[in-house]
């Protein structure tokens, strides 16, 4: 019987790393390549944190493997008759397994702060390439007005998305902290220009949400009381997912939205069709030609 735990302990691990091989091939491990350039990035350090944790992994495996194969033939008959070790400790290997796990989080840690500083920091912005996008959507801006293409707000259960509107000569406006009578609205539909960086402002009015695009590999939580800036570069013109990834309340699983990257063009029409839809006042200007009997 002992022969059989010693396997059973040394087979699962073995299984654990062939899975591990495999499960990038079935997408196992990312839904997908990563749809940003920032993404990218973060799954590097993702696969970095991957390998570290491997070789430890497999390292500790293989002692416990040593330790039980050792102890079952140990005492097997006409094995010779070994005298246990028994020590009070080691203030040489406590100081070595204290210090290299240290030492490999200190390097984790400062290894992810440029990409980190880039996701969060608003200095490390991609600002100039962000107002490249306003002079090609023709936005009328002035110089401390907001970056973000978009207002969005979570809430019991849906996203609320507030656009700029229009001015008289068919600019764009700049997004305003606060409500303007000209703005656009949608739900559940995020529209924004495709392979440029742009931002959009988060907030909730409620309790807590997580905004969630997993395909860009972009999340952040939406707190109440505070206006969070967000950007993100989508790589191809497509839809895809936005996602609540907070338990906000019984309907959660009601915040499965979209958020569409499009050209410049497209967006600047679809803000066109809320316009149309949004003016709309659903009055039929077709004259009575009904004759009097």
């Known amino acids: 019987m002992k022969w059989f735990w010693c396997l059973f302990f040394a087979f699962w691990p ?7 091989l495999l499960a990038p091939g079935f997408d196992w491990w990312f839904p997908g390549k990563a749809e ?5 990035r973060i799954d590097d350090l993702f696969y970095m944190i991957l390998w570290i944790t491997t070789v430890t992994f497999i390292g500790t495996q293989i002692a416990l493997a040593y330790v039980l194969f050792k102890g079952a033939s140990n005492t097997e008959p006409g094995a010779e008759n070994e005298k246990a070790w028994f020590s009070h400790g080691s203030h040489q290997l406590e100081v070595i397994w204290s210090s290299v796990p240290a030492v490999i989080l200190l390097f ?10 880039e996701y969060r920091v608003k200095d490390a912005f991609p600002r100039e390439r962000m107002e490249a996008v306003f002079e090609r959507i023709h936005q009328d801006r002035q110089k401390n007005d907001s970056l973000a293409l978009a207002e969005v707000t979570a809430r019991q259960f849906e996203w609320r998305i507030r656009y700029p509107g229009f001015n008289a000569d ?4 700049a997004l305003m902290p606060d409500p303007q009578p000209t703005d656009l609205y949608a739900v559940n539909d995020l529209h924004l220009p495709a392979s440029a960086p742009v931002m959009i402002n988060l907030r909730t009015q409620d309790v807590q949400h997580s905004f969630f695009l997993p395909e860009l590999r972009i999340k952040q939580d939406a707190v109440p009381g505070l206006v969070i800036p967000i950007w993100f570069e989508a790589n191809h013109q497509r839809s895809y997912q936005l996602l609540c990834a907070e338990l906000c309340g019984w309907g959660h699983y009601k915040m499965n939205a979209r958020f569409v990257a ?3 063009e497209g967006f600047i029409e679809y803000l ?12 039929d200007d077709t004259p009575d030609t009904d004759e009097e009997e």
């Open 14 to 20: 073995i299984v654990a790393i062939v899975l591990c």
């Open 36 to 40: 940003s350039p920032l993404g990218g």
């Open 108 to 117: 984790i840690a400062f290894y992810q702060l440029e990409v980190w500083a």
């Open 170 to 173: 068919g600019t764009l406006k």
């Open 262 to 264: 499009e050209s410049d």
């Open 272 to 283: 066109r069709q809320l316009e149309r839809e949004q003016n709309e006042d659903r009055v």
